[in-house]
């Protein structure tokens, strides 16, 4: 089942699967999210819950017990239900059960709210704590935008500028978690111009982030902002050759290829207290030729 959203600016469309953004479509139906051709990649929007990225053997660690945990955790592949739907917002729930506490050994309620607003997307996340102990928990956005846009500018023009320098090193997936050698960044002052060789290593991971917002697309051809306020980690991924370019907002990342502790003391996670709630937001704004 699917649920759709829409303005005259903007049209979108969220599965129960995995409450995941299918489709985004401006107001003469252009698509300008991935399709998901398997031949690349699947995926479209996927939400990453309780982790991002990999753990050591797939397995977190709790009060001395480990738990079997896959990559990106299981909201991505879980069920959610419908709680409300409007006809320019929607929200999505899934709550702990005992297939959920066998692999991650904490009660939760994750609610999941799009709302569009003109050309803004807007997802928030709210994950709540009704458990008698700290839960460690991180989250993360997964959007994959088209490859170029579809507003006739070539791929090679595309890049991504961000709100602020980024000269911090970067990092890179190794065997799913994340190396501790560092690399030179990508980004020439704000602006990374897109190029397939530069994910020849796997992902983009910026874990000494100074942005909060960054803008995709090209000069003359329309562009993207996408904003993520509370969201202090950044991945930039595609498959070289692919027709998307994934722009990921974190509170976490994967393990360190050297991290061997508790979950609770894992780079990037945050402990929700008991009874307490904590949101992870992001928004995508359209902007293209044309648009008064």
Same mark, same amino acid.
């Not at 997964?142 to 602020?164: N, Q, S």
């Not at 983009?204 to 202090?232: C, N, T």
């Not at 692919?242 to 502790?261: K, L």
């Given at each position: 089942?699917?649920?759709?959203?829409?303005?005259?600016?903007?049209?979108?469309?969220?599965?129960?699967?995995?409450?995941?953004?299918?489709?985004?479509?401006?107001?003469?139906?252009?698509?300008?999210?991935?399709?998901?051709?398997?031949?690349?990649?699947?995926?479209?929007?996927?939400?990453?819950?309780?982790?991002?990225?990999?753990?050591?053997?797939?397995?977190?660690?709790?009060?001395?017990?480990?738990?079997?945990?896959?990559?990106?955790?299981?909201?991505?592949?879980?069920?959610?239900?419908?709680?409300?739907?409007?006809?320019?917002?929607?929200?999505?729930?899934?709550?702990?059960?005992?297939?959920?506490?066998?692999?991650?050994?904490?009660?939760?309620?994750?609610?999941?709210?799009?709302?569009?607003?003109?050309?803004?997307?807007?997802?928030?996340?709210?994950?709540?704590?009704?458990?008698?102990? &700290?839960? $460690?928990?991180? @989250?993360?956005?997964?959007?994959?935008?088209?490859?170029?846009?579809?507003?006739? +500018? *070539?791929?090679? %023009?595309?890049?991504?500028?961000?709100?602020?320098?980024?000269?911090?090193?970067?990092?890179?997936?190794?065997?799913?978690?994340?190396?501790?050698?560092?690399?030179?960044?990508?980004?020439?002052?704000?602006?990374?111009?897109?190029?397939?060789?530069?994910?020849?290593?796997?992902?983009?991971?910026?874990?000494?982030?100074?942005?909060?917002?960054?803008?995709?697309?090209?000069?003359?051809?329309?562009?993207?902002?996408?904003?993520?306020?509370?969201?202090?980690?950044?991945?930039?991924?595609?498959?070289?050759?692919?027709?998307?370019?994934?722009?990921?907002?974190?509170?976490?990342? &994967?393990? $360190?290829?050297? @991290?061997?502790?508790?979950?609770?003391?894992?780079?990037?996670?945050?402990?929700? +207290? *008991?009874?307490? %709630?904590?949101?992870?937001?992001?928004?995508?704004?359209?902007?293209?030729?044309?648009?008064?």
């Amino acid at each position: 089942m699917t649920v759709s959203i829409s303005t005259p600016q903007l049209h979108a469309e969220i599965s129960e699967l995995g409450a995941e953004l299918v489709r985004l479509q401006d107001e003469q139906g252009r698509n300008l999210l991935w399709d998901g051709n398997p031949s690349f990649w699947t995926g479209r929007s996927p939400l990453l819950f309780p982790i991002v990225g990999g753990v050591r053997n797939d397995r977190i660690r709790v009060n001395g017990t480990e738990y079997m945990l896959p990559r990106h955790g299981f909201a991505r592949t879980s069920r959610f239900t419908l709680v409300a739907s409007e006809p320019s917002a929607c929200r999505f729930r899934l709550v702990s059960d005992g297939a959920t506490l066998e692999r991650y050994p904490f009660p939760f309620r994750l609610d999941v709210s799009y709302a569009l607003e003109g050309a803004t997307l807007t997802i928030t996340a709210s994950v709540a704590n009704p458990g008698s102990s &700290a839960m $460690p928990v991180s @989250f993360g956005f997964h959007p994959a935008f088209r490859w170029p846009l579809p507003y006739g +500018a *070539p791929r090679d %023009t595309h890049e991504i500028v961000f709100e602020r320098p980024e000269a911090a090193p970067i990092r890179r997936p190794v065997n799913g978690l994340i190396s501790r050698v560092e690399e030179p960044t990508p980004v020439q002052g704000r602006k990374l111009t897109l190029r397939d060789s530069l994910f020849e290593k796997d992902a983009l991971v910026f874990d000494r982030l100074d942005s909060r917002s960054v803008v995709y697309g090209a000069s003359g051809g329309g562009s993207i902002r996408v904003d993520f306020p509370g969201m202090p980690h950044l991945g930039i991924w595609t498959k070289p050759g692919a027709g998307f370019i994934c722009i990921e907002p974190w509170q976490g990342h &994967a393990d $360190p290829e050297d @991290f061997d502790d508790e979950m609770s003391a894992k780079p990037g996670i945050v402990l929700i +207290a *008991p009874n307490e %709630t904590r949101s992870f937001a992001m928004s995508m704004s359209l902007d293209h030729p044309g648009r008064a």
